[in-house]
């Protein structure tokens, strides 16, 4: 019998990959908070944070207020043309994060945007036009994968066999909705796309990983407007199922329906089912348990185990996404597999049956 799996019982934090200024970066379009954590994760793998723009002066002196080393400039071609930056991260309006990648790439850099990364398939096809034509990295931060130690941990344990094949994956994606926070354009399906392509694109990138699969069909999608009838243009809830290329099955969930009284924004989870064994993520919250996320409960022929791996994983995406562009490899992950996932939730959102 093998023996349980292990967690070391101190925080592990990992080390930058570059020194100072070996690998400089700008941020634009703050139109989403994600983009902090994008920023956070770069600087934190070693990457320099050089500058800063966005329309909104105080959207930008907000986020200089958190990073005080990036220089406030006057437009976004000051970024462009300056030679020493090679990445630009952003979290633009939905509907705006294509056309602006195609234009980061088309100046000789590489892009890192929030995700959803497009809201359209003509969008997709632009980008992955500017993206062979001028060999620079259109990369999206599926952060419900990239920046979640418990999903991390659970591509380590599939890596090694401990499961076995991956024959299912079921996501479960609830957003909360505060709805007096949100910005007028979230409400706005031309602005910020349907429900399956925006929480949608997690689901679909995190089924293709797990299960290895290249491609996929849908074979079933739903989304409409359950409750929020302020809102005639959002969608609250949607539903897919899709089938990959080799032959794993995947069903997902998302909503913006988390109760206030959850500690949490949203109680994603992910139950993973494998030839030899499952997986079951408990990414946020660990419900009324006040264990906190990134929970991991793995069951195989020999044991049941659960593992708490917060702060004991870390998230190396960043690190390998800046070698990545100083090498141009595609370790951290493939241009291919970033524009499937992108393009798997448009036609999801494309194909969806309406329900109201």
Request: proline share 5%.
């Amino acid at each position: 019998m093998s023996a349980p799996i292990e967690i070391s019982p101190e925080p592990i934090k990992l080390p930058p990959v570059v020194k100072p200024g070996e690998f400089v970066f700008a941020a634009t379009h703050l139109n989403h908070g994600h983009v902090y954590s994008q920023v956070e994760g770069l600087i934190e793998a070693g990457g320099t944070l050089r500058s800063v723009y966005d329309v909104d002066p105080a959207r930008a002196e907000a986020f200089q207020k958190k990073f005080p080393q990036a220089k406030i400039v006057d437009s976004l071609d000051r970024i462009l043309d300056d030679k020493d930056v090679r990445l630009v991260a952003a979290a633009a309006i939905s509907c705006d994060r294509g056309p602006l990648g195609v234009k980061v790439m088309r100046a000789g850099k590489d892009y890192f945007t929030d995700k959803t990364p497009f809201t359209s398939l003509d969008q997709l096809a632009d980008a992955r036009k500017a993206a062979a034509q001028t060999g620079r990295k259109y990369m999206v931060f599926y952060c419900e994968r990239l920046h979640s130690e418990c999903s991390i941990f659970a591509g380590y344990l599939i890596r090694d066999g401990v499961i076995g094949r991956v024959v299912h994956v079921l996501g479960l994606g609830p957003h909360r909705m505060n709805a007096p926070a949100r910005p007028a354009w979230f409400f706005e399906r031309a602005k910020a796309g349907g429900i399956l392509g925006d929480i949608g694109s997690h689901q679909i990138e995190q089924f293709l990983f797990f299960a290895g699969a290249k491609d996929a069909t849908i074979t079933h999608a739903v989304a409409g407007n359950l409750a929020h009838k302020d809102y005639p243009e959002f969608e609250d809830f949607g539903e897919a199922s899709l089938i990959g290329d080799n032959g794993a099955l995947n069903y997902f969930r998302v909503d913006w329906f988390t109760p206030d009284g959850l500690s949490n924004w949203g109680d994603g989870r992910v139950f993973i089912i494998g030839t030899k064994g499952t997986i079951e993520l408990r990414k946020n919250v660990d419900v009324a348990r006040g264990t906190g996320g990134d929970q991991v409960y793995l069951v195989t022929s020999e044991r049941e185990q659960h593992l708490s791996v917060n702060q004991r994983v870390g998230c190396p995406f960043f690190g390998e996404l800046i070698l990545d562009c100083l090498n141009r490899t595609e370790n951290a992950m493939t241009q291919a597999h970033a524009f499937k996932a992108a393009e798997l939730c448009l036609r999801a959102q494309e194909q969806a049956r309406p329900i109201a």
